[in-house]
Nanobody, 124 residues
Framework: QVPLVESGGGAVQTGESLRLSCAAS????????MGWFRQAPGKEREFVAL????????YYAASVKGRFTISRDNAKNTVYLEMNSLKPEDTAVYYC?????????????????WGQGTQVTVSS
């Protein structure tokens, strides 16, 4: 398991931007596939974005593609989520996750690798 700590959430207006960070502990971060999920009130947690261990491949949910950018700095054991053109429907608690796996229904989180999450609230 990889201890994860998210930060950078906040309350913004529609169209504004936020940058989330996820700091990981341990010496194996650079070899792990990392991702972001989010959970809105009353809804199931959903996949947002993924980045492979080199940072050379990324994958996004259709709802955020073109607005969000995932990146990583392996020297700092940190993965980022740059969120632009935020919308009220982006309001959720955002979680990062390590070692996502592909399934027939899409990218699946590693259930043993959640941080505490960071709240993002977008008002209209």
């Amino acid at each position: 398991q990889v201890p994860l700590v998210e930060s950078g959430g906040g309350a913004v207006q529609t169209g504004e931007s936020l940058r989330l960070s996820c700091a990981a502990s341990g010496r194996t971060f650079s070899s792990r596939r990392m991702g972001w999920f989010r959970q809105a009130p009353g809804k199931e947690r959903e996949f947002v974005a993924l980045i492979n261990w080199t940072g050379g491949n990324t994958y996004y949910a259709a709802s955020v593609k073109g607005r969000f950018t995932i990146s990583r700095d392996n020297a700092k054991n940190t993965v980022y989520l740059e969120m632009n053109s935020l919308k009220p429907e982006d309001t959720a608690v955002y979680y990062c996750n390590a070692d996502l796996e592909w399934s027939p229904t899409g990218w699946r989180a590693n259930p043993g690798s959640w941080g505490q999450g960071t709240q993002v609230t977008v008002s209209s």
